[in-house]
Structure formats: structure tokens, C-alpha cells
């Protein structure tokens, strides 16, 4: 080889030597620059947090989220066979490595590159500290959280020892069923304390943690048993128990020794719904597991109201329901500050479930006639394509704009020219598509959009329909966002997002506040002609069985249609003697005073089971006997008209 090829291959290789320095030189710079953001290694934080308590209005505890789901334990109450058998599945040479495992993170990458599945390079401390001070969610796993990550397994391996560190892991774990640390699950699913498992009930505690809701042993009683039977090969794998010991542990049933699920809850029945909204925005806001922060979570809800209207869906002293599967769902809110007050998704829901279904904050029903004030009628004085509550609009013969389809009302029949205030009050339909043809669907929906409610796609059968074109979820409407809707109304236009937590207080006494900002939706003038146009529903149009004699209110109700088909079907599933009434998949009602607005639900599960006859008047019943009970705890106000608005004889005129 001559010297000029010697010389090239020489610095070849210092090229290589010096970028594999400077890679390396990068990589520790940028771990030094990530961890110096660390959090602070605060012992607090490594140990369980007490539980989470939630506060209703008056600062009155409603409910203790940990009663009797965690229980600490002491290291020398943890049976060395359970150490063995966690550290074999999540991190077999922990007592060997100072926090973090290069040969493990090495090992990882090996069998990823060369597995479909994936193998984690976090030691048990790593964990720890993950459950400790950061999100567990799959997202945030960023370079620089596993970079902090480390440092502090690092410093925490320093300060403490193993057998202090394996302690917190064992006490911090969530293990499925609402049970935080190894002790609970042990006692809540086997009813022992962890030195009286046997070594199958260990090794499946040991596995639960990675995945707890998919090796539930109730659940999910095949995934469990495979998640154990592995701990068990790692156990035999890294000579922690014999092979006979495994093959008995293997083949013990995964119910061995289980006991029933509990059918007990810690959150009253009639507070359910309303405390899973609660966790919900908490999380949603905060990032915060409630189960784990240890916080003090204050709500603006009315404990009394929550349970009268409780009372009203569940007993048979304010209305009488037809039978145990008709259903009512309902929101509350405070119309001078948005909040939340009472809340209720369903009659007779199941009471050995927590936290099941809300049909209060669902869009997946159709609300109707009670859709024509926010799509139609508010944005059309809004933008003035009306400028008086008596101006004249034709319900005559109309099709849908661009379509050869026809729009009818429920009595098929034609009213001729008619004041605007008029079609709202007989609900008419015809007028009501006219009315957003004349405001336009792009307006009507941005319209709409300040007031909480968005559709993927608007179509002109939103005028008198949430329907939300087969979407789900944010799309179309529910008691909670009709609730809040009409709340603007009685705002003088301002609308704030519906909210169901006002203030919390972290574990280390950090206190923040969480109502939501009000903005204005619609002008003072469009708030009070539409409210002045709603009053009139109560004793001129379709809610009369919703009068509340000397109370200051205004709604509007709202039906739900059957196609042909549909009503054919329907037809074959009604109950008993038919009176030749209407038959509607839902029928709704949203109400409001000064102080409240309302909005109620009521239907079948079975949209196809019809609400009909007396039915069609429950939700007004239901409305009637809350804002009875609201009324008498406040004082009787009216609306005050707003500058802008003129009245001429019995018509309001906007001049603004």
C-alpha cells in the first residue's frame, strides 16, 4: 500500500474518531443542557399522595376519591419473593446498576431492532421517578423528559436507598380497578396482605403495572394469566425460584383465590356524572392524574339542587314516568357565571358502576326546535336580516335551497305570511329554514361556533336539527352545550363555556383557578329580543305545561323526526292502546330565568323505541319541577331592556 493511500485512510479514521467525539461531545451537552430543567427531587413527591377531595359550592367535602383504594405499605412488611419478582419482569438488575442501565438501554435497542415489539430501556427507578414527576402519556415521552428522567434516577439512586426506592415503586403503582399501591390490590383482590399471597397471586400484582386495565383479572382474565405466567419465566429465568415452583404457579387458575369484584362505590349515585365531568376537566386542563395528585378540587355545584333533580328522575313524587327505560338528561347552569350548578345523564342508572355513561354531555341525540333561537332566528337579528320581532315572513310552500325536497311541519299544513315572533312561537319550520337561507349556513355557524356548538359540515336541516351528519363526539348538541347556549340569552349575550371546577389546590398547597373566560357572543340587543320572543313560548306556544305562575322565564321545546322508514318502525314498537299522537325518537326543552338555564333530554335508549303521547310533555314536567325548587331559593328579577331596543306596541325593534 504507498503512502498516499496510508495518508487517506489515516485521516479517514481521525475524521471518523473525531465525529464520533464530537456526536458524543453534542449528545452529553445536550443531556446537561435538558437536565438542568429538572425537577426538584422532592421526597414528598416520590411518596404516595394522600387522596384526592372534591368540594361542592359551599366548600362542603362531596366526595373522598382514595377511601379504601390505597393502603401503604412498609418495606418491611413486603415479602422478599414480591421484590424478586418485580424486579425480574421490570428491571432484573437493579440492584446492580445506579439508576440508569447501559447495558439495558443497549439490550433494548438490540431487540428492537430486530423485534415488531417493543422493549423499554427504563430502569425501575426511572419508572418511579416517571410516576413521580411526569405525564405518563405515550406523548410526552420526549427526548428531553427521558434525559431529566435519567438525571434524576441518577441523583434519587445517590440519596436513597434501593430498599427505599422498590418501596415507593411498590406503594405508587396503579394496579387497575381504582387500586394505587401492591398492598390495596392485594387485599382488595385476594383479601390478604402481600406476605399471605402465594407466588402465582404475586407474580400477577408484579405484572399488572405496565398495563393495569389490560390484565385486569376480571376483565380481562386470559391476558392476565399470560402477563403472570411471564413474570413467572422471569423469575425462573434469573434463578429466583425453581422450575418446579414455576410449572405450580403456572398452572394455578388466574381465579385462584379472586375474590368478587366490589359492587360497592365511593361516589354517591346521584353525584356520579357530575364527578366524572369533574376528573375529566381537571385532566384535561392540568395534565394531572386526580387519583394520584392528592389535590383539593372545589366545584360550583349546588349539592341540594343536584340531589332534587335526582329525586325527580328517580322517584315518583314530582313526575310520573312510564316505565324504568324511559330516560331524562339534563344540565344546570348559572347564568351569571357558567358554571355548572347540577347535572344528571340518565334515570335509574346502574349502582355497582362508576362513572358510566353521562347521556347529559353526549351529541348524539337530535334537540330539534330548540335549535331555531341559536341557528336561526339570534344570528338573524345579530346581522340584521331582521330588524323587529313583527316583521313578516311567508310559511308557505319552500324546499330546501338547492334541493327538490320539500320542507314540511308536523301538521303539513301552510300558515301563511306571519311575524317572525309568530313562527317562533307555533315553531314553525318553513320559516325557520327561510330564516337561515336568508342568514346564510357560513354565518349561522360561526354563529353558532361562539356559543359552544359545531357541526363538520352545516347543512340547511340544521335549522330545525342538531343533526351532526353521523359525527360524534365535539359535533352537534347536548344538555350541557344547549344549557350554556341559551345562557347567553339570559346574559345579555355573553356566553362562557359550561365549567364544572373553580379552584385547585395541588398536594404542596398551590393554588389555581380554573373558570374559564366569558366572552361576548351576540349583542345586548339580540340576547333581550330573543328572550322577549321566548317568554311568549311559555303562554303562547308549545311549552304551557311548563308555566311556573309569576316567574320570569322563556324556552323553547323541540322534537325529533322519524323518516318514513323509520316511522314504520317506530309504529311496531309502541307499548299499549295508540292515541294517534305524534312519535319521536327525542323531545327536548330548554329553559332559562335570570338566574338558570335548563336544558332537558328525554328519550329511549333505543332511538327507535318513540316517545309519544304523555310522553312528549315529560321533559317540560321535569323542567317544571327543578325551576319550581331553583326559583324559590332566589329572588324574582326581570330582564332589564338593553339601550338599542325599541318597543312598539307588543313588537320589539332593534335600532342599534
Sequence with gaps: ???????????????????????????????????????????????????????????????????????????????????????????????????????????????????????????????????????????????????????????????????EIITYYINKTYLGNGYYGMLTAA?????????????AQIALLAGMPQAPNSYDPYAHPEAAKERRDMVLRAMYRYKKISKKQMDQAIAEPITEGLQAPSTSKSIPSYLDNYIKQVILEVEDKTGLDVNKAGLKIYTPLDNAAQQRLWDIFNTDQYVNFPDDLFQVASTIVDVNSGAVIAQLGGRKQPTDVTFGLNQAVETNRDWGSTMKPPTDYAPAFEYGVYKSTGDIIGDTWYLYPGTNIPVYDWDKQYQGNITVRKAVWGSRNIPAVKTLASVGLDKSQAFLETLGIKYPNMQYSNAISSNNNGEGGKFGASSEKMAAAYAAFSAGGIYTTPYYVTKIVDAEGKETTMKPERKRAMKASTAYVMTDILKGVITNGTMTNGVIPGLNQAGKTGTSNYDDTQYDQAMENIDGPYDGSSLAPDENFVGYTPHYSMAVWSGYDNRMTPVWGSKLYLALDVYREMMTYLASTTDNTDWTMPEGVQKNGNELTITN
Design 1 to 163: 500500500m504507498n503512502l498516499r493511500v496510508i495518508r487517506v485512510v489515516k485521516w479517514c479514521l481521525i475524521s471518523v474518531f473525531m465525529l464520533i467525539i464530537i456526536g458524543f461531545a453534542a449528545g452529553v451537552g445536550l443531556f446537561v443542557y435538558y437536565a438542568k430543567d429538572a425537577p426538584k427531587l422532592e421526597e414528598s413527591k416520590l411518596q404516595s399522595k394522600p387522596s384526592s377531595v372534591i368540594y361542592d359550592k359551599d366548600g362542603q367535602v362531596l366526595v373522598d376519591l382514595g377511601i379504601e383504594k390505597r393502603e401503604l405499605a412498609d418495606t418491611k412488611d413486603i415479602p422478599l419473593e414480591l421484590v424478586d419478582a418485580v424486579t425480574s419482569i421490570e428491571d432484573h438488575r437493579f440492584f446492580q446498576h445506579r439508576g440508569v442501565d447501559p447495558i439495558r438501554i443497549i439490550s433494548s435497542v438490540i431487540h428492537n431492532t430486530q423485534n415488531d415489539s417493543m422493549q423499554g430501556g427504563s430502569t425501575l427507578t426511572q419508572q418511579l421517578i416517571k410516576l413521580s414527576f411526569f405525564s405518563t402519556k405515550a406523548k410526552d415521552a420526549t427526548i428531553k423528559r427521558k434525559a431529566q428522567e435519567a438525571w434524576m434516577a441518577v441523583n434519587l439512586e445517590r440519596q436513597n436507598t434501593k430498599e
Design 187 to 199: 387485599k382488595s383482590y385476594f383479601g390478604k396482605d402481600l406476605k399471605s399471597l402465594d407466588l
